[in-house]
């Protein structure tokens, strides 16, 4: 059996990799030659979770070991009226390099290991092609390549950007908590998120600011880079100093400042599920995967890590062997959707206003640190998360099963539709800013 893989991104060499490694034969298809990826814009700024660290583990990859690239704590920070704050440490740490150093080297590994690459576009027509010479296509080549595949409306909670982006890879920036994540809420306005990151000149942050349409950060976060970059990294440290001040303290600004022009990301990312397959030919299959399937608002940082949870369901689903017809495809669906969903209503529920009991569970965090504890290994566990936050009553079990000392039973993703008055608001809000799909080149 020979299978495709369109889309060199993590979802697509996570895939490739295992396929590899259980005997199957994959072609893996990619839009640029390593070289050209190491030396190409920002498109997003990944922190790999402890999950996936262990699938990496798995897949024989060891390319980062080293502490600088590692955040061991985080630190959740809501500001307001009522502000509080938590440390939410991931255990085991999070991994953070710049996606054109991880995702070249990865392909350069994967060649090493006799694994067949091709550089084309990563379009309807390749998918097409590759059906021809192969018994399954799988498409992941990120949230362009979806369009092959209709968004499915009875899953996707929204229908445009929830959040205006603008994160980017900063110089100047102090930590109070060595190798940390902070996560700062700011009601009403959105969030800023700063983090350690590995690039290729070494050690930087990222700073992340996530606008509510609409609101005050929204204009901010579209201030232009190219035309004067000194006004704005003036706008930065203005939005830093009004709404998270701590940190813009820590800001050194002399030697504050955007890393390279190219490390800027800005736009909005239209959070959607497309249906998971469809038929090529009479008898080829194409399947998605990754952000082919899902996007999600980077706010709770599960995309990178979704695809590769995905990635390896799907290739030991692949390993049972064929016939890779509808049915199959129905079934590798239903195995990576629960996980899926789970991401989808967590991550929907963060880029809403926050609801009542995520508000407690904030509080009861800030107030006990084995409910901080719980809520951080939740963050890496999306059923458990979403099972925490799904309702009222929910939350009130988890609470309580964490002050009993008990472990919070295991069980399956809390499954629930949008409900109509969210998707609306989703619906409601004019977008009028370019979403992130069209890729710079
Ligand atoms: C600002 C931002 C921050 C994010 N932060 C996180 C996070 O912290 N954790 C998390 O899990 N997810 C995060 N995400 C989401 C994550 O980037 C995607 O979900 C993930 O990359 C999807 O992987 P994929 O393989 O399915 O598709 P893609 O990554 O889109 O890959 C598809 C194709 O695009 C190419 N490609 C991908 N990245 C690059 C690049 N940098 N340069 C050139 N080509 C590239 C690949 O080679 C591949 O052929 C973030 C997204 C954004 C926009």
């Not at 994540?181 to 930087?204: N, T």
């Amino acid at each position: 059996m020979r299978i495709a893989i369109i889309g060199d991104g993590i979802s697509g060499l996570h895939l490739a990799l295992r396929l590899r490694q259980l005997g199957i034969d994959v072609t893996l298809f990619g839009a640029k030659s390593p070289e050209a990826v190491r030396h190409g814009r920002a498109l997003n700024f990944v922190a790999r979770s402890g999950s996936t660290r262990r699938r990496e583990e798995l897949l024989g990859l060891d390319l980062w070991a080293s502490p600088d690239t590692l955040a061991e704590a985080r630190t959740v920070t809501v500001h307001g009226p009522e502000p509080l704050t938590f440390r939410a440490d991931p255990d085991p740490a999070y991994s953070m390099v710049d996606f054109r150093l991880y995702l070249p080297a990865v392909v350069e590994e994967y060649l090493a290991r006799g694994g067949r690459h091709i550089v084309t576009d990563l379009t309807a027509r390749t998918a097409h092609e590759a059906a021809a010479d192969h018994d399954l296509v799988v498409v992941a080549g990120g949230r362009a390549a979806g369009e092959l595949f209709p968004r499915d409306p009875g899953r996707s909670p929204f229908d445009a950007p929830q959040r205006v982006l603008c994160g980017g890879l900063y110089r100047g920036i102090g930590e109070t908590v060595p190798h940390s994540i902070e996560f700062h809420v700011v009601p009403g306005v959105g969030e800023v998120l700063r983090m350690p990151f590995h690039c290729a000149e070494g050690r930087v942050d990222v700073l992340g600011l996530e606008a509510v349409p609409g609101g005050p950060l929204d204009p901010l976060c579209r201030t232009p880079y190219a035309e004067d970059p000194a006004h704005f990294h003036s706008v930065v440290l203005d939005v830093l100093h009004r709404y998270v001040p701590d940190l813009r303290e820590r800001v050194d600004e002399r030697a504050f400042g955007l890393n390279r022009p190219a490390d800027l990301v800005q736009g909005g990312v239209v959070p959607v599920v497309r249906r998971a397959w469809r038929a090529l030919t009479g008898t080829t299959y194409a399947l998605a995967v990754g952000d082919a399937w899902i996007v999600n608002d980077p706010i709770t940082a599960q995309g990178a890590n979704l695809g590769s949870h995905c990635a390896l369901e799907l290739a030991e689903a692949i390993a049972a062997g064929p016939p890779y017809d509808e049915a199959f495809c129905r079934a590798a669906e239903e195995r990576m959707w629960p996980y899926a969903e789970s991401v989808v209503q967590w991550t929907a529920a963060f880029v809403r206003p926050p609801s009542p009991q995520l508000l407690s569970l904030f509080r009861a965090a800030d107030a006990d640190p084995a409910v901080a504890a719980a809520f951080a290994v939740n963050f890496d566990d999306p059923p458990a998360m979403w099972r925490s936050i799904a309702s009222p009553e929910r939350t009130a079990a988890f609470l309580a099963e964490v002050r009993s000392g008990a472990t919070p039973p295991e069980g399956s993703a809390v499954s629930s539709t949008p409900d109509s008055a969210s998707a609306a608001a989703g619906t409601s809000r004019t977008q009028p800013w370019a979403d992130l799909t069209a890729r710079p080149s």
